[in-house]
């Protein structure tokens, strides 16, 4: 395969590049902020510069729900052009070096769509491309990187129009362009019918999660007891004493607050490595130990439980948290992280955190807590019907993850013309 060096490096033979100056025309946007949108309804849609960065793919199809819409009584300037099918819109701004993120609009007939705040709106005027083909590209990092040298700004990360003139645009053959887009785009649709299969199964998870658990579905017709919590078991703070030098290697292992946030179980293998001296007293975590974070700025982070099923050696708990300890054989340890992370537990939580402008969980106010449990029985039956839901979708999660790591390969390969398609 014959190959040419170019400003972006060795590409094949029949592959061109031009100047992003000579392929495209810059057109008018807006600025009306989220306040001033809505997901409703709207003679327009618009683009917004944080969906680009967040929620829009490469290309995107524009008659999406999540598209919003510019309220009714916003007035649109006559300067403003509507977007057609195949414009590229650039995120000028962002927080890091997501800046300069593209999305190729579709599907533009239904309703007309807008480039809202931040954003730099083209329309090609020089070279032919086939439809996805610029979404793909100047979102790979053979594009993006040629932008980094001209980002601006210490806080907020910025791109000016005029520094994108000399970048530069690759174009293949347009029976290429479409076989390496078609491609791409298969696989984006197994990406995105798997993202659809796992925000389902997480709706019915949730769902029965918050039924299981306050006794509107039942398991069995058995009474369910009340318990002070101090009568089922006994909490245990985490470390003390230690300094920024202790941790990140050392001879054991720690739960971080992040390991315990919206975990119902521990994961083992992210565990970060700690300093623990001779002489020191420190709590160890034991298998069916539950973890509660003790501080957050909201009420709704406070308190958030994780569960430590697997047998970890010489492994502690973070100060962020304390641990909790079953005495009793009455209550099963992945029943009570289900139930403290339900409606119905973070009730409970939310009841005990104190604080005005950071809220705070302790563990005596915790101990003297009052919750009704079903029988063991019914705990481990429904234990188990939420792991087995969770293990699924943690499966689909797995699979999702494999298809992204592929189409990054597949970019690589495809769009720099390393591999080609017959």
Request: charged share 25%; glycine share 6%; proline share 4%.
């Amino acid at each position: 395969m014959a190959m040419k060096n170019t400003e972006i490096g060795m590409i094949p033979e029949e592959w061109n590049v031009q100047s992003f100056a000579e392929t495209f025309r810059m057109l008018n946007n807006n600025t009306f902020p989220r306040a001033e949108l809505n997901y409703t309804s709207g003679q327009f849609r618009n683009i917004h510069y944080g969906d680009i960065l967040i929620l829009f793919p490469e290309v995107l199809d524009c008659s999406r729900e999540d598209v919003p819409f510019i309220n009714d009584k916003v007035q649109i300037s006559c300067s403003m052009q509507p977007l057609q099918d195949g414009d590229i819109v650039m995120a000028d701004t962002a927080e890091d070096e997501t800046v300069g993120k593209v999305t190729e609009v579709t599907n533009t007939s239904d309703k007309p769509v807008m480039a809202g705040l931040h954003t730099i709106p083209c329309r090609v005027k020089y070279g032919k491309f086939a439809a996805k083909w610029l979404g793909y590209y100047m979102n790979s990092h053979i594009y993006h990187d040629q932008i980094l040298p001209y980002i601006h700004g210490t806080k907020v990360s910025s791109i000016s129009k005029g520094s994108l003139g000399n970048t530069i645009i690759l174009v293949p053959p347009i029976d290429e362009q479409e076989k390496i887009a078609k491609a791409l785009s298969d696989v984006d649709t197994l990406i995105i019918n798997l993202g659809k299969q796992i925000e389902k199964r997480s709706n019915i998870f949730v769902g029965t999660l918050q039924s299981l658990l306050s006794g509107k579905i039942k398991v069995s017709d058995s009474p369910w007891e009340k318990y002070k919590v101090c009568e089922i078991g006994d909490s245990y703070g985490g470390l003390i004493g230690k300094t920024k030098n202790d941790f990140g290697k050392g001879n054991a292992r720690y739960i971080t607050f992040l390991n315990v946030l919206n975990n119902t179980v521990i994961d083992t293998s992210i565990l970060e490595p700690v300093q623990i001296n001779d002489g020191e007293s420190q709590n160890q975590v034991l298998p069916g130990d539950l973890f509660f974070n003790t501080s957050s700025e909201t009420p709704e982070d406070v308190g958030m439980c994780s569960v430590l099923l697997d047998a970890v050696k010489n492994t502690y708990l973070n100060s962020f948290c304390f641990g909790f300890r079953l005495k009793t054989k009455k209550v099963n340890s992945l029943f009570l992280s289900y139930y403290f992370n339900s409606q119905e537990g973070r009730k409970i939580i939310r009841v005990l955190a104190q604080g005005a402008t950071r809220f705070n969980l302790s563990k005596d106010y915790f101990s003297k807590t009052e919750i009704k449990l079903p029988t063991y029985r019914n705990q481990t039956e429904i234990a188990q019907i939420l792991s087995d839901m969770e293990n699924d979708i943690s499966t689909l999660k797995k699979k999702l993850s494999k298809y992204e790591a592929i189409k990054q390969g597949m970019m690589e390969e495809l769009l720099t013309g390393k591999v080609r398609l017959e």
